[in-house]
């Protein structure tokens, strides 16, 4: 699904403060060079570890930096 739809579903379960806190893990874990499709995978992977429940912004940027250097 892509992430527009992803986030329009999410908005749903989403308060403004979670959309605020997402956003930084997202600018927070950018890489240099980074293209809009690794950008949208990135954000997707945020959007998923969040929905799974997790919702500490040091452990979302810590497992997302790890995904990122395992690729």
């Known amino acids: 699904m892509p992430l527009p739809d992803l986030m329009e579903e999410a ?3 989403l308060g403004p403060s979670d959309l605020e806190m997402l956003g ?3 600018d ?3 890489t240099p060079g980074e293209d809009d499709r690794e950008r949208e ?3 997707s992977r945020i959007l998923a570890y969040f929905l799974a429940g997790i ?4 452990q979302l ?3 997302v930096k790890r ?3 395992r690729n």
């Open 61 to 63: 940027c810590r497992l």
């Open 28 to 30: 927070d874990t950018a």
């Open 41 to 43: 995978a990135r954000a």
């Open 24 to 26: 930084r893990v997202l």
């Open 11 to 13: 908005r749903v379960i």
């Open 67 to 69: 995904d990122v250097l």
């Open 55 to 58: 919702s500490d912004e040091a």
